[in-house]
């Protein structure tokens, strides 16, 4: 799309079709729907221009449709603003829009998990314990994580547990649990570190496996 005369800023309204992008794609880079809510980072659905560099989102949503997303947010506890303002819109962290389940971690209110309205074999609870005992060791090692806010996307899986890790402006993580794994087999597998590690590094963009 191309406007034109708009040389001294100008406003656009239009409308991004999410479930049909969704469908068509069927990938949480791009856009995809799990259980009634939807992952789509937004890069996929934010007009922008070709030499712009930052972006600010404000969204308001009908309970219990939230907005969660790994760009730092402009009121602390509250990601439905966002700001950016050295980064590119080409890749955009994770976001998640519809009845997700959000909590942030006890104690690391930074960390902020969003959980799918799906069915695990382990409790809400029993997810955040799993990602807190994960970042526990790593944030002893390090101090400290370099990015001010980390969301960490809870999705269902075929199988076991995948990941991938989102940067660019922001720090993401969407790990894809099977929902059979229960807390001990979740506590032994290697892919959630392997992806938290990646958030240490915030320039990142797309990282797999």
């Not at 902020?112 to 997810?127: C, G, K």
């Not at 969301?151 to 199988?159: D, F, H, K, Q, Y």
């Given at each position: 799309?191309?406007?034109?005369?708009?040389?001294?800023?100008?406003q656009v309204t239009y409308d991004f079709a999410?479930?049909?992008?969704?469908?068509?794609?069927?990938?949480?880079?791009?856009?995809?729907?799990?259980?009634?809510?939807?992952?789509?980072?937004?890069?996929?659905?934010?007009?922008?221009?070709?030499?712009?560099?930052?972006?600010?989102?404000?969204?308001?949503?009908?309970?219990?449709?939230?907005?969660?997303?790994?760009?730092?947010?402009?009121?602390?506890?509250?990601?439905?603003?966002?700001?950016?303002?050295?980064?590119?819109?080409g890749v955009a962290p994770f976001a998640t829009?519809?009845?997700?389940?959000?909590?942030?971690?006890?104690?690391?209110?930074?960390?902020?998990?969003?959980?799918?309205?799906?069915?695990?074999?382990?409790?809400?609870?029993?997810?955040?314990?799993?990602?807190?005992?994960?970042?526990?060791?790593?944030?002893?090692?390090?101090?400290?994580?370099?990015?001010?806010?980390?969301?960490?996307?809870?999705?269902?899986?075929?199988?076991?547990?995948?990941?991938?890790?989102?940067?660019?402006?922001?720090?993401?993580?969407?790990?894809?649990?099977?929902?059979?794994v229960k807390g001990e087999q979740a506590l032994?597998?290697?892919?959630?570190?392997?992806?938290?590690?990646?958030?240490?590094?915030?320039?990142?963009?797309?990282?797999?496996?």
């Amino acid at each position: 799309m191309q406007l034109t005369g708009c040389s001294e800023g100008c406003q656009v309204t239009y409308d991004f079709a999410l479930r049909a992008a969704a469908d068509k794609f069927r990938d949480p880079q791009v856009a995809q729907e799990v259980d009634g809510a939807f992952i789509s980072p937004p890069s996929s659905w934010l007009l922008r221009t070709r030499s712009q560099v930052g972006y600010r989102i404000e969204t308001k949503l009908d309970a219990p449709s939230v907005f969660l997303s790994g760009l730092p947010p402009v009121k602390k506890f509250d990601s439905g603003i966002a700001e950016v303002t050295g980064a590119a819109l080409g890749v955009a962290p994770f976001a998640t829009l519809g009845p997700w389940r959000s909590r942030a971690l006890k104690g690391h209110p930074e960390i902020v998990l969003a959980i799918s309205p799906s069915r695990y074999a382990m409790t809400d609870e029993q997810l955040e314990q799993w990602i807190a005992l994960t970042f526990g060791p790593m944030l002893e090692y390090y101090g400290k994580f370099v990015m001010p806010h980390v969301l960490v996307v809870i999705a269902p899986g075929n199988r076991g547990v995948a990941g991938v890790t989102l940067g660019n402006g922001g720090a993401s993580v969407l790990l894809n649990v099977s929902p059979s794994v229960k807390g001990e087999q979740a506590l032994a597998h290697w892919v959630p570190t392997h992806e938290l590690v990646h958030v240490l590094f915030p320039h990142a963009q797309i990282i797999k496996g």
